[in-house]
């Protein structure tokens, strides 16, 4: 049963350019969880799915940021005109139910702005 | 706004022996409590997940909780240098996200 995929891995990108992060959850898994790790910080949550909704996206940057989970699909993170400090790693966590469950996280992808 | 507590260490231990990690919470109503660990540069793996008052054991692991003071506890027995990781510590917060402590870092010396 393969875990929860993330790609891609490393993800470099100049100032004002796009970034798109894809997350495929565990197999029957509908829960979607987005996570960044800035550098020697911990984990702060972004934004929480289901299939075609946005259930809670409280820890989400207003502006540039945005996410989906389409009915097909990975779930995606979008950046737009990314800055600097933009630079993390950001993880995708997946459950198999809602609250108070456990979450499975995904490899990560480590985003660097040059 | 809900908070997790750890302390940062590093926490150091000879192999072999019992390495005991801490955490507190702020939010009195939490349910469920994770911990989880993150090797240097990897993602974060779950290790083990508790949600009553007392203790859960797997195999060289057991988790404490006590609702009443907000503290939860990991114990490793018989440490071993592969144990060398950063534990982190999370709650549940009101929508199912998780809350993580910024966790703590531990040396398992040889």
């Known amino acids: 049963n393969a875990g929860v995929m993330q790609n891609p891995r490393h993800l470099v990108r100049r100032r004002g350019q796009e970034a798109r992060l894809r997350c495929s959850p565990m197999?029957?898994?509908?829960?979607v969880y987005w996570y960044r790790q800035l550098p020697e910080e911990g984990l702060k949550f972004m934004v929480y799915?289901?299939?075609?909704?946005?259930?809670?996206e409280s820890g989400m940057p207003k502006e540039r940021f945005s996410a989906e989970f389409p009915k097909e699909g990975p779930s995606i993170l979008r950046i737009q005109q990314v800055v600097r400090g933009d630079s993390a790693a950001y993880f995708c966590?997946?459950?198999?139910?809602?609250?108070?469950?456990?979450?499975?996280f995904g490899p990560g992808t480590r985003l660097t702005v040059t | 706004q809900k908070e997790v507590e750890q302390n940062s260490g590093p926490l150091s231990v000879p192999e072999g022996a019992i390495a005991s990690l801490n955490c507190t919470y702020s939010d009195r109503g939490s349910q469920s409590f994770f911990w989880y660990r993150q090797y240097s540069g990897k993602s974060p793996e779950l290790i083990m997940s508790?949600?009553?008052?007392g203790d859960k054991e797997d195999g060289r692991f057991t988790a404490q909780l006590n609702k009443a003071s907000q503290y939860v506890s990991l114990l490793i027995r018989d440490s071993q240098p592969s144990d060398s990781a950063t534990y982190l510590c999370a709650v549940t917060g009101s929508q199912g996200n998780l809350i993580f402590g910024k966790g703590t870092k531990l040396s398992v010396k040889p």
């Open positions: 966590a997946s459950s198999p139910r809602d609250i108070d469950y456990e979450q499975y």
């Open positions: 799915l289901q299939k075609e909704n946005i259930i809670d």
């Open positions: 508790i949600y009553s008052n």
């Open positions: 197999k029957g898994h509908s829960h």
